[in-house]
């Protein structure tokens, strides 16, 4: 493997790494934030039906 | 902290991030003098030690973090605690990789027992045991095993590094390469790099923080809409 | 004070009662030397150059299974529970816990370092005091972790696996310390030769002691 090889694995491994953490991340974010949502939306039907 | 202050730094952290990032990748590839024996290769080692630089401090922030939960028991420094873990562990990764990419073509091997690595190594693998204890032990039970293991595996890892070097200590070290001569046109790009890798960190971070406190706010409406329905 | 050995009191009326556990862990133990000799190459020179590591790798092993042992029997019908009921300080709890399982230790190495010397080779009187001294300062700093995570890894489904590897990492330290100080005293050193490390396994034993005592109260909390 030419020395270049090595340089071009550690930088891709680097980004690899960060972008696929990166993607994980926004997709768990936009999971919990629809679940947020729609607890938020019953518990306030809740409430104005109560009252 | 008002709802516009964190609106901000949401957006500020990433940003800050990117530049820096960029920036750091200009000076690497463009600035930093090529070295003479290594070649290219060396300039592996501006992002190998930035990864090293943020898992360091990403493991310090577990640290004080657990302290103050411990302390404190407000969830919010538990929140933290796990966020730095796992950005943490996702940049010792880094560290490990990169290194033996850096270490085959100049050393002729892709790992060798040295403190330093091994350390490193042990490291990973204390902290990977705490990313084990939460994803095993959810709740405020969980929260309190991961501080106290957070604790103790950050005061162990000075004992490890010392520990492996009086034991080498007592043999010859073989292989005894990587004196890192700095050229003086290496160090603002090695600077660069640092600051670009800690804010990636920072900002990697608290994307975590957010999701944590969503999670813990999903329980709270869940206690409450089980609260209301009898 | 009274607590604390009360409870190792309580441990070891325990393991008499069940002596099979000290045994079966004795013969586990006596296998893994038995493979680990036979995975050398016949004749080498690496075997007796291994078997300090080998030794304190065997150590770890048993020690793990022990540990969770003695946790497991917590487990059954809620005792654990009980025990911190109990009105005394938690830390009561660890120390009593600490000393039964370094005396749990320490019988089972009684048993094994003849053993080991026949099949390895060596008069089991070689190295003598030193050899114990070794002994007794890397099981406390085994035990003082090893105490604290299982019970944090009382509450784990799998802790069987979970319990060595968190509790192997931290205990590296003990490990190079008493594998060092066997290796030196096997060689015919005298003291003089590890007092350094002696040392130094005696201030990781107050280390991971003072952190236990610290740390142990959080981990039994309700």
Not at chain 2, 89 to 117: E, M, N
Not at chain 3, 10 to 19: C, H, I, S
């Amino acid at each position: 493997m030419s020395k270049l090889a090595y340089l071009f694995a550690a930088y891709s491994a680097i980004w690899a790494a960060v972008l696929i953490y990166l993607v994980r991340l926004g997709m768990r974010r936009r999971a919990l934030e629809a679940r947020v949502d729609s607890l938020e939306r019953a518990a306030g039907s809740r409430q104005e039906g109560g009252m | 902290m008002g709802i516009a202050m964190k609106k901000t730094l949401d957006i500020f952290f990433p940003a800050a991030a990117l530049a820096a990032v960029i920036s750091a990748l200009a000076a690497v590839f463009l600035y930093a003098p090529v070295e003479r024996t290594m070649g290219l290769v060396q300039k592996i080692f501006y992002f190998h030690l930035g990864s090293a630089a943020a898992a360091f401090l990403a493991f310090t922030v577990v640290l004080v973090s657990s302290v103050f939960y411990l302390v404190s028991r407000s969830p919010r420094w538990d929140t933290v605690a796990l966020a730095a873990a796992e950005t943490g562990v996702l940049f010792c990764t880094l560290v490990l990789i990169t290194g033996p990419l850096w270490a085959r073509p100049v050393w002729g091997k892709w790992w060798v027992w040295d403190p330093r690595l091994t350390t490193t190594l042990i490291l990973w693998f204390l902290y990977v045991g705490y990313m084990v204890i939460r994803e095993a032990l959810p709740g405020p039970r969980g929260a309190l095993a991961a501080g106290v293991f957070g604790i103790l595996a950050y005061v162990d890892v000075p004992i490890v590094y010392f520990s492996i070097r009086w034991w080498r200590g007592i043999h010859p070290v073989v292989i005894r390469g990587g004196n890192v001569g700095l050229d003086a046109g290496m160090i603002p790009p090695l600077i660069i790099s640092l600051a670009a890798f800690v804010l990636l960190l920072a900002a990697l971070t608290r994307e975590r923080y957010n999701i944590g406190n969503l999670e813990l706010r999903i329980q709270q409406l869940e206690v409450s809409s089980k609260e209301d329905t009898p | 004070m009274r607590a604390a050995l009360a409870i190792t009191r309580k441990d070891l009326l325990l393991e008499m009662r069940g002596r099979e556990v000290v045994v079966i862990l004795f013969v586990f133990a006596f296998l893994v030397l038995t493979l680990f000799s036979l995975s050398a190459s016949p004749g080498s020179e690496a075997l007796s150059e291994m078997a300090p590591g080998i030794l304190w790798i065997t150590f770890l092993f048993a020690g793990v299974l022990g540990l969770g042992r003695n946790f497991d029997r917590e487990r059954e019908n809620d005792c654990f529970q009980g025990l911190l009921l109990a009105p005394c300080d938690p830390t009561q709890i660890y120390w009593g816990k600490c000393l039964s399982t370094l005396i749990f230790m320490l019988v089972f190495q009684a048993l094994l370092w003849p053993l080991f010397s026949i099949l390895y080779g060596f008069s089991p009187l070689r190295g003598g005091h030193i050899v114990w001294t070794a002994f007794l300062l890397g099981d406390i700093g085994f035990v003082a972790l090893g105490v604290l995570l299982s019970a944090i890894a009382i509450h784990i489904r799998s802790r069987e696996i979970v319990l060595p590897l968190l509790l192997f990492p931290l205990c590296l330290p003990v490990l190079l310390g008493g594998v060092q100080c066997t290796a030196s005293a096997m060689a015919g050193g005298g003291f003089r030769e590890v007092a350094g490390w002696l040392g130094r396994l005696a201030a990781f034993d107050v280390i991971f002691i003072s952190l236990g005592s610290i740390l142990f109260p959080f981990v039994v909390e309700e």
